[in-house]
C-alpha cells in the first residue's frame, strides 16, 4: 500500500510513473455486459434487493458455465452469488470455521485469506511452498505441518495461485483434495484465476483449471468475475456450497449484505455469451504475449529463483541476487520506484517470512510499459 500511495502521489507530481502493480486486467468487461448495463439503467428498473444468495436466472447461468467449462451437473441451488470472491470468503470462513479453529493456508499467498481469517479469531497455519515443488502444495507438506503443528480444520488454496501463477495439476490437485478428506479438513479452493491459464505448457497445459467439485463436493469452490472478465469493480463473484453449509451461508448472507449487488447481478449474464468467452480467451493470448515477453527477459534481469507462470499474470521473482545495498525487496521497490518510476509489490506482503527476497509483477500492464519497465529495471540494476 505504501507503493502504491506513492505512485500517486508521484504521478501528481508530473512523473511518469509505470505501474506493475495491478491485480486487475486493463480491459475492462465483455461488450455484452456493458451493452446489458446500458440497457438495465435506460430501463427506470428499480433494482431493489434480491435473494440473499443471488437470483435464481444468475445462479443457473453459473451452474451452467461449470458444465461449459468442466463438465459438471450443479444444482444451482448450491450456488450462492456473493460480493465478489471476498464476499464469498467472509460467508465461508464464517459457516465452516469457528474461532479457535486452526486453518492453513499457502505462504506466499493473497493475504486476505491470513487477515480474515485473523479477523474471525481463527489461526492461520503457514505451509510454506518454494522452488523444490514449483510454487506448489504438496501432501508431504500437509503431514510435515500436521506432524510439526498438529491438526487443522481448514485449508485455503488458490491453483493457479496469487502471487506466484503457479497451478497444480489435476492429480496433484485430487491428492491434495483426498488428503483433506481424509483427515476431516475442509478445503476452500480459490478458483479466481481459472480460465487464465497458458496451455502451451505447465501442468495445466489443457485445463482452464480443477474445479474442486469435479474432486469432492465438500469442498468450497470460489470464483468471480473479477479475474477472467476483467469485471473486478462490479464487485460480482460466486461459491459452490456443500449442502451442510448452505444454510449457515443462506442466513448469514442475508444478514452481512442482504443481497449481492443487484446490476451486478443483472449484467454478469452477459458474461456467459459466447461473445463474451471469446472477448476474454483473446484477452488471455494477450496475456501469454507478455508473459513470454518477460520469460525471455529473465537472463538480462539475473532474477531467481521464479515461480512457474502456469496461470494469472503474475510474476514471482527472487532478487536476492539484485538487492545490492538494498536489506530487502521493500527498501528495493522504494528505490526503484523513487530512480525509475518503476512500481513492483514487494514480496513482503504476500510472504513475511521470506518475501523480502522476493517481488511480485502484474503483467496485466499493456506490453508497452512492460517493455519500458524492463528497460528501466535493468538499467537501475546496472547501477547497483
Ligand atoms: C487469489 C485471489 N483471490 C481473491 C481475490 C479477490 O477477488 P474479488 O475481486 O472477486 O473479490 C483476489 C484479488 O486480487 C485474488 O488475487
Same mark, same amino acid.
Given at each position: ?10 504521478? +501528481? ?11 486487475? &486486467?486493463?480491459?475492462?468487461? &465483455? ?37 461449459? /467449462?468442466? *463438465? ?21 470462513? !464464517? ?21 480474515? !481469517? ?15 515443488? *514449483? ?35 489435476? +492429480? ?30 505447465? &501442468? ?28 473486478? =469493480? /462490479?464487485?460480482?463473484? /460466486? ?10 451461508? +443462506? ?9 449481492? #449487488?443487484? #446490476? ?43 515461480? #512457474?507462470?502456469? *496461470? ?14 538494498? #536489506? ?12 525509475? =518510476?518503476?512500481?513492483?509489490? &514487494? ?38
Amino acid at each position: 500500500m505504501a507503493i502504491l500511495d506513492r505512485v500517486v502521489t508521484l504521478r +501528481d507530481a508530473g512523473r511518469e510513473v509505470l505501474s506493475l502493480c495491478a491485480g486487475e &486486467p486493463s480491459g475492462g468487461a &465483455p461488450t455484452d455486459v456493458r451493452t446489458l448495463a446500458g440497457e438495465l439503467h435506460a430501463g427506470g428498473d428499480p433494482l431493489g434487493y434480491t435473494g440473499p444468495l443471488g437470483t435464481a436466472e444468475l445462479r443457473r447461468a453459473i451452474a451452467g458455465h461449470h458444465q461449459r /467449462w468442466y *463438465g459438471l451437473e450443479i444444482d444451482p441451488g448450491s450456488v450462492a452469488v456473493t460480493t465478489g470472491a471476498s464476499g464469498a470468503f467472509v460467508l465461508a470462513f !464464517l459457516a465452516a470455521f469457528d474461532a479457535g479453529d486452526r486453518v492453513a493456508v499457502v505462504r506466499p499467498g493473497y493475504p486476505a485469506y491470513r487477515n480474515l !481469517l485473523h479477523a474471525l479469531d481463527v489461526e492461520p497455519i503457514d505451509i510454506a511452498v518454494g522452488p523444490d515443488t *514449483g510454487f506448489r502444495l504438496t501432501t508431504e507438506a500437509l503431514d510435515a505441518t500436521v506432524a510439526a503443528r498438529g491438526p487443522f480444520a481448514g485449508l485455503v488454496l488458490a491453483s493457479p495461485a496469487n502471487p506466484t501463477g503457479s497451478m497444480m495439476s489435476r +492429480d496433484q490437485f485430487a491428492a491434495i483434495a483426498s488428503w483433506c478428506a481424509g483427515h476431516d479438513v475442509r478445503l476452500v479452493s480459490d478458483e479466481i484465476y481459472h480460465g487464465i491459464t497458458y496451455p502451451t505448457e505447465g &501442468p495445466g497445459a489443457t485445463s482452464r483449471g480443477t474445479c474442486a467439485w469435479s474432486l469432492d463436493r465438500s469442498t468450497i469452490a470460489v470464483s468471480s468475475f473479477s479475474k477472467y472478465w476483467g469485471m473486478t =469493480g /462490479w464487485r460480482i463473484g /460466486w461459491a459452490l456450497l456443500p449442502d451442510d453449509l448452505l444454510g449457515a451461508v +443462506d442466513a448469514l448472507a442475508g444478514n452481512v449484505a442482504l443481497c449481492p #449487488p443487484t #446490476p451486478a447481478q443483472r449484467v454478469a449474464l452477459g458474461a456467459f455469451t459466447e461473445r463474451s468467452y471469446a472477448e476474454a480467451d483473446r484477452a488471455v493470448e494477450v496475456l501469454a504475449a507478455k508473459r513470454t515477453f518477460l520469460y525471455d527477459s529473465l537472463d538480462r534481469l539475473g532474477w531467481g529463483p521464479v515461480a #512457474p507462470v502456469d *496461470g494469472a499474470f503474475y510474476l514471482w521473482a527472487g532478487i536476492r541476487g539484485q538487492l545490492g545495498e538494498h #536489506p530487502s525487496s521493500t527498501e528495493w521497490c522504494r528505490a526503484l520506484l523513487e530512480d525509475e =518510476g518503476v512500481a513492483l509489490v &514487494p514480496g513482503t506482503d504476500m510472504d513475511p517470512i521470506d518475501g523480502g527476497g522476493f517481488i511480485r509483477l502484474s503483467f496485466a500492464a499493456s506490453m508497452e510499459v512492460i517493455v519500458e519497465a524492463v528497460d528501466r529495471i535493468a538499467s537501475f540494476q546496472q547501477r547497483g
